[in-house]
């Protein structure tokens, strides 16, 4: 289950294999998530890079980012794979910078009508530009739905994140999400879609998308729905619409509903 991630308040510990890949940089720790993980940026002259760490044991590897960081480049702005790399801590990942500042900056936290209308236009690109066939990835809900079941089996946590705001039990929505609805069109989903993962340049014009650890093929709901979702854990309420109406498609309460439940268990 997802928590909100956010950058960090406290001071952080660099880890050991980032200190010495980032010798002669200046870093700055800009994100850290529920996972242990942390996002640092890196900027030496003009120079300006991203090393992602995920500690071992959190259940994310880098590696499957970045090897879909490889697939994508060329067809989207997608971050550009420079090194990647593990050891018994953990493993990492480093990128040259996209331009543009994540949609909950303070900029676009104060405009958020504008931010919501770019990651809309941003995910109907990325839905529309990646080819389904020839995709080697995959973010369907079978294999949600094992993940889920595994997540489930090693946790004794069974509450919702109030922020979430669902109507029912955990044990409730493994009991829904066992029956998906029809698929509306299967497109290579970004997998996080949340307001943070798309950048915006000073004009509201969307520069790029990055944390595409889970893109694969999907229905575009799987992707929208959580997008919209993330409009009001950012923005507040209003804004989901805007999204969908920059994306070029009418609600759908159903498949809402549903793609949010697996969201949230898996």
Same mark, same amino acid.
Not at 125 to 153: K, M, N, Y
Not at 174 to 200: M, Q, R, W, Y
Not at 203 to 222: I, K
């Given at each position: 289950m997802?928590?909100?991630?956010?950058a960090?308040?406290t001071?952080?510990?660099?880890p @050991?294999?980032v +200190?010495?890949?980032s010798?002669g940089?200046?870093?700055n720790?800009v994100?850290?998530?529920?996972?242990?993980?942390?996002?640092f940026?890196?900027?030496r !002259?003009? $120079?300006?890079r991203?090393l992602?760490w995920a500690?071992?044991?959190? =259940?994310?590897?880098?590696?499957q980012?970045? #090897?879909?960081?490889?697939?994508?480049?060329?067809?989207?702005?997608v971050p550009y794979?420079?090194q990647e790399?593990?050891d018994?801590?953990?493993t990492?990942?480093?990128?040259?910078?996209?331009?543009?500042d994540s949609?909950v900056?303070?900029? *676009?936290?104060?405009?958020?009508?504008t931010?919501?209308?770019a990651?809309? @236009?941003?995910?109907?690109?990325?839905?529309?530009?990646?080819?389904?066939e =020839?995709c080697?990835f995959? *973010? !369907?809900?079978e #294999?949600?739905?094992? &993940?889920?079941?595994?997540?489930?089996?090693e946790?004794?946590?069974?509450?919702?994140?109030?922020?979430y705001?669902l109507?029912?039990t955990v044990e409730? +929505?493994?009991?829904?999400v066992a029956s998906?609805?029809?698929?509306d069109?299967?497109?290579?989903?970004h997998? $996080?879609p949340?307001?943070?993962n798309?950048?915006?340049a000073p004009? =509201?014009?969307a520069?790029?998308m990055? %944390?595409l650890?889970?893109?694969g093929?999907? %229905?575009r *709901?799987?992707?929208l729905?959580?997008?919209t979702?993330?409009t009001?854990?950012?923005?507040?309420?209003?804004?989901?619409?805007v999204?969908?109406?920059a994306?070029?498609?009418?609600? %759908?309460?159903v &498949?809402? &509903?549903?793609y &949010?439940?697996?969201?949230?268990?898996?």
């Amino acid at each position: 289950m997802h928590d909100l991630s956010g950058a960090p308040t406290t001071r952080v510990e660099v880890p @050991q294999s980032v +200190a010495a890949l980032s010798a002669g940089w200046m870093l700055n720790p800009v994100w850290v998530n529920e996972l242990g993980g942390i996002t640092f940026e890196m900027k030496r !002259s003009a $120079d300006r890079r991203f090393l992602k760490w995920a500690p071992a044991g959190s =259940g994310v590897d880098l590696h499957q980012e970045a #090897e879909r960081c490889r697939w994508a480049a060329g067809l989207l702005s997608v971050p550009y794979v420079l090194q990647e790399g593990r050891d018994d801590a953990g493993t990492w990942l480093i990128t040259a910078a996209i331009p543009g500042d994540s949609a909950v900056s303070e900029r *676009w936290k104060g405009e958020p009508a504008t931010a919501a209308r770019a990651i809309g @236009q941003s995910l109907r690109q990325l839905h529309d530009t990646l080819p389904v066939e =020839g995709c080697p990835f995959t *973010w !369907s809900v079978e #294999e949600r739905t094992r &993940r889920a079941h595994i997540i489930r089996s090693e946790t004794e946590r069974l509450a919702w994140p109030a922020y979430y705001d669902l109507d029912l039990t955990v044990e409730a +929505a493994f009991s829904e999400v066992a029956s998906a609805p029809p698929i509306d069109k299967l497109v290579v989903c970004h997998g $996080d879609p949340c307001v943070p993962n798309t950048l915006l340049a000073p004009n =509201g014009a969307a520069t790029g998308m990055v %944390d595409l650890g889970s893109l694969g093929v999907a %229905d575009r *709901w799987a992707d929208l729905a959580v997008a919209t979702w993330s409009t009001v854990w950012n923005y507040g309420p209003g804004f989901e619409d805007v999204l969908l109406d920059a994306y070029g498609i009418s609600p %759908d309460p159903v &498949r809402t &509903r549903y793609y &949010r439940l697996l969201w949230a268990i898996s």
